[in-house]
T-cell receptor, first 114, second 110 residues
Framework: DVKVTQSSRYLVKRTGEKVFLECVQDMDHENMFWYRQDPGLGLRLIYF???????EKGDIPEGYSVSREKKERFSLILESASTNQTSMYLC?????????????FGPGTRLTVT | SQQGEEDPQALSIQEGENATMNCSYK?????LQWYRQNSGRGLVHLILIRSNEREKHSGRLRVTLDTSKKSSSLLITASRAADTASYFC??????????FGGGTRVLVKP
């Protein structure tokens, strides 16, 4: 059974803290994605990676960075957390190539920045 | 910006009824996918329809795609309380990215 796991389900951090969100997939997928989900706005892509050490900005990369040192792990970093980064963060992975591959999602991390 | 826009934003039906939701998008696509999200959880893939397909079925799900109108619909037949969730359409273009709409919240009352 395919699996995408995220390091925390719930996280509370203070303004200005550095925050790491970890995502691990066991499907040997090349592509990994970080989204944030806010009410009424759907899912918005923050960053994605199509290979180890490769990354590309999504639609809303400001205030975030990512790291992909190993194929199975994709980390999202908030260098200095702010209250407007309070959100649900979802990680996903996908096999590369073809048009018929879906994305597999982790359970999400609900981050609150106070 | 969102590629897909779902309609309606929310839907409330009785168990056993059909639920229909629509998705409109703006640019050309390779495929369109529907996902379900139970409250506070990750998304689960339901069905994918390619741009050269017009209709697809999977169990109680029926998806249509009209590329001339840039729209898709998802029909859930004989709904159950367990179908209560949010449903998202996502469009796939060139590359491996998807662009998601805002979702339709479906409540199935027993």
């Amino acid at each position: 059974d395919v699996k995408v796991t995220q390091s925390s389900r719930y996280l509370v951090k203070r303004t200005g803290e550095k925050v790491f969100l970890e995502c691990v997939q066991d499907m040997d997928h090349e592509n990994m994605f970080w989204y944030r989900q806010d009410p009424g706005l759907g899912l918005r892509l923050i960053y994605f990676s199509y290979d180890v050490k490769m990354k590309e900005k999504g639609d809303i990369p400001e205030g975030y960075s990512v790291s992909r040192e190993k194929k199975e792990r994709f980390s999202l970093i908030l260098e200095s957390a702010s209250t407007n980064q309070t959100s649900m963060y979802l990680c996903a992975s996908r096999k590369t190539g073809g048009v018929s591959y879906e994305q597999y999602f982790g359970p999400g991390t609900r981050l609150t920045v106070t | 910006s969102q590629q897909g826009e779902e309609d309606p934003q929310a839907l409330s039906i009785q168990e056993g009824e059909n639920a229909t939701m629509n998705c409109s998008y703006k640019t050309s696509i390779n495929n369109l996918q529907w996902y379900r999200q139970n409250s506070g959880r990750g998304l689960v893939h339901l069905i994918l329809i390619r741009s050269n397909e017009r209709e697809k079925h999977s169990g109680r799900l029926r998806v249509t795609l009209d590329t001339s109108k840039k729209s898709s619909s998802l029909l859930i037949t004989a709904s159950r309380a367990a179908d209560t969730a949010s449903y998202f359409c996502a469009t796939g273009g060139a590359g491996n990215k998807l662009t998601f709409g805002g979702g339709t919240r479906v409540l199935v009352k027993p």
